[in-house]
């Protein structure tokens, strides 16, 4: 089965911020493709990493606002949907969010309407694997997967990043002195990439945010 990369509609794309009265869109296709790309057990490039992902709800969303973190392009974003605040703030968040999807969903994911319209197709399916791989199992105290006692399903939030270090420290000291799975990150990049080169040439809104 071929599989077309999902664009941004047409509204969405040369827009500055807010000069269209709907700047944010729901991307239902751009969902079905996620899920038929790298989630699905049939997937092209499926990625096991994403399997939990197959019982989680999921959102996605088409964004002409442009965003940015410390002078950094933000051209993408996971978030869960839970929310913080008063029972009618609350409310309409609710109602917001059901009208677009039908349902609430476990993980939110945002992009960039004009940047996911320009980009090359290995930087977009690496943009929107990054995404997906903040899209989390929990882990209990012993490392392993949290299920839902009643339920049974995955127990989901959003995940850091696997590598949190300064690249002084490896320049001085070594990968062996470095934090968490440093070493696996230099092996990994010392390899030719699985699917194929790419950039990403924006930052992650999730990264540098409070992680659940």
Not at 147 to 155: A, C, D
Request: hydrophobic content about 45%; overall charge negative; aromatic content about 10%.
């Amino acid at each position: 089965m071929t599989l077309i990369r999902p664009r941004p509609p047409e509204s969405l794309l040369g827009q500055e911020g807010f000069d269209t009265a709907t700047p944010v869109q729901p991307a239902h296709d751009l969902l079905a493709w996620m899920r038929a790309t790298f989630i699905d057990e049939d997937a092209p490039l499926l990625n096991e990493d994403h399997a939990h992902l197959r019982s989680a709800r999921l959102g996605a969303l088409w964004c002409a606002v442009p965003n940015a973190r410390q002078g950094n392009a933000v051209v993408g974003m996971c978030e869960t949907t839970a929310f913080m605040g008063n029972r009618w703030a609350k409310a309409r968040f609710q109602q917001q969010i059901v009208g677009w999807f039908g349902f609430m969903p476990h993980f939110l994911l945002t992009f960039d309407a004009g940047f996911a319209d320009q980009c090359d197709d290995a930087t977009f399916c690496s943009l929107v694997e990054h995404e997906l791989y903040h899209a989390g199992q929990a882990k209990d105290a012993w490392g392993a997967p949290r299920f839902s006692k009643t339920t049974g399903e995955p127990v989901f939030e959003i995940r850091g990043h696997d590598v949190e270090e300064f690249v002084g420290v490896v320049a001085r000291y070594g990968v062996g002195a470095a934090a968490g799975q440093t070493a696996s990150l230099v092996a990994a990049a010392n390899r030719s990439p699985i699917i194929c080169e790419a950039e990403i040439a924006g930052a992650c809104g999730t990264c540098g945010g409070r992680i659940a």
